[in-house]
């Protein structure tokens, strides 16, 4: 039912990457090992089957702080590999000019072996927009090996050109011992000068503690996870492992300007690195050990509660990090909103009462309250939805009557709104029951009616009649199956209602719910306030991203 993206592209040229040589000394060498690449000429692939960036929700954040006024900060993000395509579409206008070749000793960055191309589109195109992040190329290597030399004369030379961000997609073995070896005196001078260091864990399978630079203890060490937001079969793990990010068959570029699809936990790592610039951007003033504990905060707890050594303190996520909020004195009395100082869903919340979709009750001394953990009722959803929209109620006649819904009443208009667009259809009783709590699988159905009436849902993917499955269109016209009704999307989809299911499986696959920590949906149970505003959220980012998938196909 999941298809690897490759099984899905045509013409493909597959490179498996040189294994592992372990280090003995200090000149020894450093060597990609694992990483296999399936490599295509077409754009459009490339965006359509981005998953990787879409499953950490970058664009939300992205869009957060170009909406702020927090994105005038310029950031460095030194890419330490095998130098970069400078002309690659991904990177027009993201390159810093200061770039170095330490294999050669000149500045001639061309990428001849297309990793560091990779890496480097990995970052801007998760922070698409955010034109002042700029790449740093350092070429540490020709062809996937690099001297430990090359990478400690690499971190000093980016320290010096003002890197705030160092990502280093290189591991490899060395038997652990009391004293640091230079690799990691070099890591420590970097953050020691506020540059955030980025590590892969490396993809043997084995502990971290054996390999450098991933048990550098000032690093943020990143292991993978698939589309399944499962361990990656491949990665390391061990007590350095700081968060998860994706790395199997994620999608950036390569030399040429190609495309195509990469694992390991080398693109795992330019992920974060990635969030890493974002948050520089928010706040220069932020030390790399605060960026590392936000990354880790507000990343999704997955495997056992807790840190564990595979997940670390979880899978990143951009959408949680909030940007008004990393100053809590900003949450006071934000806009004269009173009850919503350090909630979780603060930052949501806020961008909802900036685009005027969110007006709160007024209290007698003149403030207002959002009540986030209050339930939210079907006609306030309503509500909520069409201000999303940006539809115009005011007018809003025809459409299927109802019992309950009465002309005068504050809702009469919205309710009359969805009907006429067969967003909701009653009870068969003939009633609406506006002031019942909309539960999650409810809020689900109204958002799928919507989106399917405005034509919105993803053009590459089709309902196969009577059938209850859903292909993605290939470019042949033929379809391949990427779920039916036994694809279950939460780890309590047993609890969603028969009617609700495909819905729900909308949500997870749209990337507009994602669940708890648990992966759970609690589908029956009232949708909160809070927890209203995020999905609202998700929607408008998914939406004005044209919904680029976040399952693989």
């Keep these: 039912m999941k298809k690897i993206i490759s099984t899905m592209l045509t013409a493909l040229l597959i490179i498996s990457l040189c294994p592992t040589v372990a280090i003995s000394s200090p000149g ?4 990609l090992k694992g990483e296999e690449r399936n490599v295509i000429a077409k754009a459009t692939v490339a965006d359509d089957y981005d998953w990787g960036t879409a499953s950490i929700q970058a664009y939300s954040l992205v869009q957060r702080l170009m909406a702020s006024n927090k994105t005038s900060n310029d950031v460095t993000v030194a890419v330490l590999d095998t ?17 170095y070749n330490f294999e050669s000793n000149n500045k001639d960055i061309t990428d001849n072996f297309g990793h560091g191309t990779f890496m480097s589109t990995i970052i801007t195109n998760a922070t698409k927009g955010l034109n002042n992040i700029k790449i740093l190329p350092i070429k ?11 990478f400690c004369r690499a971190i000093r030379y980016a320290v010096d050109k003002g890197a705030d961000v160092i990502n280093i997609s290189f591991a490899t073995p060395d038997t652990p011992t009391e004293e640091e070896t230079p690799f990691e005196e070099a890591v420590e001078y970097a953050t020691q000068n506020n540059v955030v260091v980025v590590a892969s864990a490396g993809n043997d399978s084995k502990d971290t503690q054996y390999y450098v630079p ?11 996870y698939d589309i399944d937001e499962s ?22 570029g390569f030399p040429d300007a190609m495309y195509g ?30 960026i590392s504990n936000i990354i880790s905060h507000y990343s999704l707890d997955r495997g056992y509660k807790g840190w564990d050594k595979y997940y670390g303190n979880g899978i990143i996520n951009w959408s949680n990090v909030p940007v008004r909020g990393s100053n809590p004195a900003e949450q006071v009395n934000y806009k004269g909103f009173n009850d919503i100082v350090g909630h979780w869903g ?33 006609a306030e959803f309503l509500k909520l939805l069409a201000k999303t929209a940006g539809e115009d109620i005011t007018l809003a006649q025809g459409g299927k009557s109802f019992n309950d819904v009465r002309s005068g009443e504050w809702y009469y208009s919205y309710v009359m709104w969805a009907s006429r667009n067969n967003i909701v259809s009653g009870y068969e009783d003939g ?11 409810e809020m689900a159905i109204m958002i799928v009616n919507y989106l399917e009436s405005q034509g919105m849902l993803p053009e590459n993917v089709r309902k196969v009649p009577f059938s209850g499955e859903f292909l993605a269109v290939n470019p042949d016209g033929s379809g391949t199956l990427i779920w039916d009704y036994n694809w279950y999307p939460f780890n309590d989809s047993s609890h969603i209602a028969e009617w609700a299911l495909e819905d729900m499986q909308w949500m997870k696959y749209l990337g507009i719910m994602r669940g708890d920590d648990l992966g759970n949906c609690n589908p029956s149970s009232n949708a909160k306030r809070a927890e209203t505003a995020v999905i609202l959220v998700n929607l408008i980012v998914r939406a004005e991203s044209n919904f680029t998938l976040v399952k693989a196909l």
């Design 346 to 378: 603060f930052d949501q919340i806020a961008s909802l009462i900036d685009e005027k979709i969110i007006d709160g009750y007024i209290q007698p001394d003149g403030t207002k309250k959002f009540e986030p953990e209050n339930p939210v009722t079907r």
């Design 231 to 252: 361990p990656a079969s491949f990665s390391n793990y061990g007590e350095s492992i700081d968060v998860c990010a994706p790395g199997v068959n994620v999608v950036a």
């Design 28 to 31: 020894a060498m450093f060597t």
């Design 431 to 441: 009633e609406f029951r506006p002031s019942n709590n909309i539960t999650r699988q």
């Design 83 to 99: 130098g970069l395509d400078i002309a690659h579409p991904y990177l027009n206008g993201r390159v810093e000019d200061e770039g």
């Design 140 to 150: 540490v290597s020709e062809g996937g090996e690099a001297t430990e030399s090359n």
């Design 214 to 224: 991933a048990r550098a203890e000032s690093a943020i060490t990143v292991s993978a």
């Design 261 to 290: 699809t990469s694992s390991g936990t080398s693109p795992a790592a330019a992920y974060v690195s990635a969030e890493a610039a974002c948050l520089k951007m928010m706040d220069r003033t932020f030390t790399p050990a605060e």
